[in-house]
């Protein structure tokens, strides 16, 4: 058994990778609880994450993601946390993250991510510009960030949620026993 990993799996990725949804089926498949950061984040603010944007800004919003982060760090166990696209581009996350478990970067290529995204509204980050050049460019800059941040990656193009929680789990148990 590996003492010095947190049993807690903890998804990072691009929006569109599919941290939430993966989160909550493999928290199933795992008998794990399962948090969202985003979630999290609008459950205390009493706000959507489009409002929080709009009205207090996108930094107002990356310092409550450190702050909920740093929480986490008592007593979180047993438990799948899927966070914010944005939550690794800051370093003092990014060493939250792996402090809190093994921590798994759900990558998806840019036409998968724009095939995904197409027609959402609740991303304030992909509002404007056209979904398939925002995405590039923000990938472009993100990808470093999620590699660095990773204990692990998967790829998650034409995989169904459930293959991905199955690979996801294997490599997981293969870290912790
Ligand atoms: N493996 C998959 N196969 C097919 N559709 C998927 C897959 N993963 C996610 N999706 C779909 O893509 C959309 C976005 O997924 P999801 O909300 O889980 O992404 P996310 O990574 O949590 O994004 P965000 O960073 O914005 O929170 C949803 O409609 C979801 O059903
Ligand atoms: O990639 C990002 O920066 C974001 C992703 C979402 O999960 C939300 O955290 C928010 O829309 C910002
Ligand atoms: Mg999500």
Request: charged residues 30%.
């Amino acid at each position: 058994m590996n003492k010095s990993l947190k049993h807690n799996i903890i998804l990072i990725g691009f929006m569109g990778s599919g941290k939430t949804s993966v989160g909550e089926h493999l928290a199933k498949m795992m008998n794990y609880r399962f948090q969202d950061t985003d979630l999290l984040i609008e459950q205390r603010e009493r706000d959507t994450i489009n409002q929080i944007f709009r009205n207090k800004g996108e930094e107002y919003f990356r310092d409550v993601e450190t702050n909920l982060l740093t929480e986490l760090q008592n007593g979180l166990n047993n438990t799948v946390l899927s966070t914010g696209g944005g939550m690794p581009l800051r370093e003092k996350n990014r060493k939250l993250l792996k402090e809190l478990g093994y921590v798994v970067y759900l990558r998806a290529s840019k036409e998968t991510t724009v095939k995904r995204l197409r027609g959402d509204t609740s991303r304030p980050l992909l509002s404007g510009e056209e979904l398939g050049e925002k995405v590039k460019r923000l990938l472009k800059v993100r990808i470093p960030y999620y590699e660095k941040a990773a204990h692990k990656i998967i790829m998650t193009d034409d995989r169904s949620l459930e293959e991905i929680s199955v690979l996801i789990m294997e490599a997981y148990l293969k870290q912790i026993y």
